[in-house]
């Protein structure tokens, strides 16, 4: 079957980087994407990766090495307002998505 | 504001009863979907449309009968749901669907608990 595997939760100080990683399992591969949930809210689109290596678009970074399945999401300078569920999906053979459950980032002062 | 709108954003029903969730993008997107979110578990697709019509329909119990009257508005009607039907329903619309999709663009969701 088709799997993806993210943190259920992760906690992490106001101004310091995370690191939020999706591994994965599908038929065939067209694209990883990032979404943000805020909660209540809708998802946003935050990054997309095709190829391997960082795809920087401010303070958020994302990594894609499709020999190992692996995807990460950096989040720098970290705010109050990056509090929220990072959603991983990928796009299979079909160009069907599949989802990750999501990992909730917590933010501390 | 994503240019998605679902209406209403929270909806509370009985197993009996019957209502509809509504959806409306002001994209100019040819593909619309209906997910479900249930806590702590992926986004469950249900219906995906491509320029009206219905592309995908991914074992979605009978309860539950999307329309699609053009390709700006998505409906979900509801009849005789069950008590684990309770959840987020999302809305989302694409510019094309398949290996045209690009990334999706979601509304707020409506809330949905039934007793």
């Known amino acids: 079957g088709q799997n993806i595997d993210q943190p259920t939760e992760m906690t992490a100080t106001e101004g310091a980087i995370v690191q939020i990683n999706c591994t994965y399992q599908t038929s065939g591969f067209n694209g990883l994407f990032w979404y943000q949930q805020h909660a209540g809210e809708a998802p946003t689109f935050l990054s997309y990766n095709v190829l391997d290596g960082l795809e920087e678009k401010g303070r958020f970074s994302s990594f894609l090495s499709r020999s190992k399945g692996y995807s990460y999401l950096l989040l720098k300078e970290l705010q109050m307002k990056d509090s929220a569920s990072y959603l991983c999906a990928v796009r299979d053979s079909n160009y069907q998505l599949i989802w990750g459950a999501g990992t909730k980032l917590i933010i501390k002062p | 504001e994503t240019g998605v709108t679902q209406t209403p954003r929270h909806l509370v029903m009985g197993m009996t009863n019957k209502k509809s969730l509504k959806c409306e993008q002001h994209?100019?997107?040819?593909?619309m979907y209906w997910y479900k979110q249930s806590a702590k578990k992926p986004l469950e697709l249900m219906f995906v449309y491509n320029f009206k019509e219905q592309t995908e329909n991914n074992s979605v119990p009978s309860r539950f009968s999307p329309e699609c009257p053009n390709s700006s508005h998505l409906f979900l009607h509801l009849h005789t749901l069950q008590p684990e039907d309770s959840a987020l329903y999302l809305c989302?619309?694409?510019?094309?669907?398949?290996?045209?999709?690009?990334?999706?663009?979601f509304g707020e969701g409506s809330r949905l608990t039934v007793l």
């Open positions: 989302a619309s694409s510019p094309t669907s398949g290996d045209g999709a690009g990334e999706l663009f």
């Open positions: 994209l100019g997107h040819n593909a």
